[in-house]
């Protein structure tokens, strides 16, 4: 499985702040959007603000290091190598829970924001738990929709191979014709998006969803 760690905790050192950015260029996911909504395939637009904003949400890979902590009001933008989407995030408070708040501007118009805010540290047999309650809006044109859950960050901790850093939770998509659905993602980054009464499948490698053969039984 590819690092994402590797990009997104450098080795020259980053802020928190700086951190959540590069763990949010992975627009290439949103790229899409626009060209799906043209075409009228809108569960699949749904199905990729899911994904986009479950891989943005943690990471995956060596924990590195700590990112140094940031200040109220503290602002960092950087822009997606792949994209040039310009993505920026700034504190809104550190007590009593760190609350931040990310702006996506994509080439294409699309704007996407999300705020986020960390409960804590919880102990478990897994490790070290940070849940963080997001929410994700996109909007472009006519059209817009939103990822509403908890994704859980997770040191797992070991005396072989060192810390690693991961994700698990599920979210609530909805849109603003009525679409609605789930996205969820576990430990292993398996990924698993569904819409209506379809489910997509996530090829990490392609950057891509698919659709199965066949339809969920049972959902409306």
């Known amino acids: ?87 920026e995030a700034r504190v809104l408070s550190t007590r009593p829970r760190i609350a931040l708040r990310a702006d996506v501007t994509m080439p294409d118009g699309a ?14 047999l897994r490790g070290l ?24 960050s997770e040191l797992a901790l070991s005396l072989i191979g060192g810390t690693r850093i991961r994700g698990y939770g599920e979210l609530v998509l909805a849109d603003s014709v009525g679409n609605r659905g789930s996205a969820s993602i576990d430990r292993e980054r398996r990924m698993v998006v569904e819409v209506g009464n379809e489910r997509f499948g996530a090829n990490l490698a392609t950057l891509t969803l698919a659709r199965p053969a066949a339809a969920l039984p049972g959902l409306a």
């Open 129 to 152: 738990g940070m849940p963080a309650p997001s929410v994700f809006s996109y909007r472009i044109d006519g059209w817009s929709a939103t990822a509403d859950g908890t994704i859980t």
């Open 1 to 87: 499985m590819m690092e994402s760690t590797r990009y997104e905790l450098p080795e020259t050192g980053i802020s928190l702040l700086g951190y959540v950015v590069r763990r949010m260029h992975k627009t290439v996911w949103l790229s899409v959007i626009p060209r799906l909504l043209q075409s009228g395939d809108l569960s699949l637009a749904l199905a990729h603000l899911g994904a986009y904003a479950l891989l943005s949400a943690t990471s995956y890979g060596k924990a590195h290091y700590q990112p140094r902590f940031d200040s109220v009001g503290d602002r960092v933008a950087e822009p997606d190598p792949q994209t040039g989407a310009n993505v």
């Open 111 to 124: 704007i996407l924001t999300t705020s986020e805010e960390v409960l804590g540290t919880t102990v478990g």
